[in-house]
């Protein structure tokens, strides 16, 4: 895979819209591309979020195709259209909705490379949205990425700024192995630059969005925002904080990860997923055992308490993330 051009042309995009541009640059660029799911062709109204508005009127009803309302059959034609040959691209709307696919997903996408010894790849990529922050309820809100990190076979991928959203969701479609992208619901109308033209991100390779010296913060998707931010205001007041987007959970991005630690002796980590048994203990796992002897303080972890997503907006609040707690976790291991 080609790195990004620094000297390609950018348009200012939401993040929807960049997905589109992915899709739509790989459905130009290799005719086995095709796209399903419920309402992505443009009768339906082009997608949830419109991300597929106007693909079925470039490329035709025979390559992106509205399906009923069933999960498991959005996620079987899928995986028997990549089994055949295909690069499906299959939506399903909200990440709690995966639940109805993971008979398809985990005992025949993720297993049939490993069961066939390899000679059968499924070149799946699963588009999904989710996030907390908007009063949906428990029922459309979950992120469980750790689910499926937990699955041999699956590639996880989460973008955070619209560039990425464009230069992963190219890479997950031309990769061999079934992928897994995580939309944010309200990111999706985030705002930024991308690149025109073909912008690859290869999966695995994490982001080093800021340098610093003091403490790593390790984070992914929505929250990288205010990671951001709350690392701009310590700066003001001297404290050097390296901030690093993993992009991808699987693969995992180990090399960037403990080079980073290595250097600061603190890691903060921050995920949007209840904090028990999350992609953040895994994380902080893998640097315990490298690192162990060279911290200065205990790995911090930031997510979710232990419970559903709830409907009450100031409970929701109550539940999330904020500048504040991450700053609070970069203080207290700052000592």
């Known amino acids: 895979m080609s790195a990004p051009n620094p000297q390609a042309a950018f348009v200012h995009v939401t993040a929807a819209e960049a997905a589109r ?49 069933s999960e498991q059959a959005i996620m079987g034609a899928a995986v ?7 690069r499906p691209v299959a939506e399903i709307m909200l990440m709690n909705f995966l639940t109805l696919a993971l008979d398809q997903l985990i005992n025949h996408a993720a297993k049939l490379r490993y069961m066939s010894g390899g000679a059968t790849s ?3 990529t699963v588009r999904t949205m989710t996030g907390a922050g908007r009063s949906l ?30 230069g992963l969701l190219y890479a997950c479609i ?12 309200i990111q999706l109308s985030a705002r930024g630059d991308v690149p025109v033209g073909t912008h690859i991100i290869p999966l695995g390779k994490a982001n080093i969005v800021r340098p610093g010296s003091d403490v790593t913060v390790i984070g992914y998707g929505r929250p990288m925002d205010d990671v951001k931010k709350v690392a701009e205001k310590l700066a003001g007041e001297g404290v050097s904080v390296e901030v690093i987007d993993l992009r991808s ?4 991005d180990d090399e960037t990860i403990l080079t980073s630690v290595g250097k600061t002796k603190r890691a903060v980590i921050v995920h949007e997923a209840v904090r028990s048994f999350g992609v ?56």
């Open 21 to 69: 541009m992915a899709i739509e640059e790989a459905m130009a660029a290799d005719p086995t591309v095709i796209a399903l799911g419920e309402e992505v062709a443009d009768p339906e109204g082009g997608g949830i979020r419109k991300v597929t508005k106007g693909l079925s009127t470039r490329f035709g009803s025979d390559r992106v195709k509205s399906t009923p309302i």
């Open 280 to 335: 953040g203990a895994e994380i902080a796992a893998r640097i315990h055992e490298h690192l162990f002897g060279e911290l200065a303080a205990p790995v911090q972890r930031l997510g979710m308490p232990y419970a559903p997503v709830p409907f009450s907006s100031a409970l929701e609040k109550a539940m999330l993330w904020s500048p504040d707690k991450i700053e609070a976790c970069i203080r207290n291991t700052l000592g």
């Open 174 to 185: 031309f990769d061999d192995d079934p992928c897994v992208f995580i939309e944010n619901s």
């Open 137 to 166: 309820g428990g029922q459309h809100s979950d992120m469980v990425e750790a689910w499926l990190a937990h699955t041999p076979g699956l590639k996880v991928v989460v973008p955070s700024t619209p560039a990425d959203y464009k």
């Open 80 to 86: 028997g259209a990549a089994i055949a040959g295909m």
């Open 122 to 124: 499924v070149p799946l």
């Open 249 to 252: 959970i699987v693969p995992l």
